[in-house]
């Protein structure tokens, strides 16, 4: 059973956090850093999902080695693999990232996030990773270049974030959803 709390419901009591734009207290908008911190550890998990993955692909397809033809093949399956990962954990309010840093999802509304509206969240989330990456495609840059260009639009991405009025990543608002701070659950 989860509790509510004034800070959870919305409510204007005194003493209160102050709404911020679409009634969310300002104090259950999880911080950059932590938000952030969530993304590089949800990073570490993916190796995991992309390591398990890229063995059952590579045996069942018998690749014999990273330049087989079939690579985008691969991408593109990797691509749908990721797809659901996050629809399916996004549809139960949270990853394993999201549970250790205590962040959950929720649309606008603050009810639980539909498949529908995962999806569309898994999609717009490409804007961390597709500008950098199209404008590395025409160029022929050494790994640092590379390195250096996609964790500098990924900064930028992050920094953005302080110009929504509810401090969320703007491809949360584009899709309907936002990221709050969520209570720890019981381990009973």
């Not at 992309?50 to 330049?67: K, Y």
């Not at 009810?111 to 804007?127: C, E, G, K, T």
Request: charged content about 15%; aromatic content about 16%.
């Amino acid at each position: 059973m989860v509790s509510s709390t004034p800070e959870a419901s919305g409510s204007n009591q005194p003493g209160s956090p102050a709404p911020t734009s679409i009634g969310t207290p300002a104090s259950i908008v999880p911080s950059l850093w932590r938000r952030m911190a969530c993304w590089l550890y949800e990073g570490m998990l993916l190796f995991a999902v992309v390591f398990v993955s890229g063995w059952l692909f590579s045996t069942l397809g018998q690749m014999r080695d990273a330049m087989d033809s079939r690579r985008h093949l691969f991408q593109a399956f990797l691509f749908v693999v990721f797809g659901v990962y996050f629809v399916w954990f996004w549809a139960k309010g949270q990853t394993l990232a999201m549970k250790t840093w205590n962040i959950r999802i929720v649309d606008a509304q603050g009810h639980p996030v539909s498949q529908r509206r995962a999806l569309a969240r898994y999609l717009l989330s490409w804007v961390w990773f597709l500008p950098p990456l199209a404008a590395i495609a025409p160029f022929k840059l050494s790994g640092g270049e590379t390195t250096l260009l996609v964790f500098g639009w990924v900064a930028v991405w992050a920094l953005l974030a302080r110009f929504h009025p509810d401090r969320q990543f703007w491809h949360d608002a584009w899709a309907g959803t936002r990221l709050i701070t969520s209570q720890p659950m019981s381990r009973r």
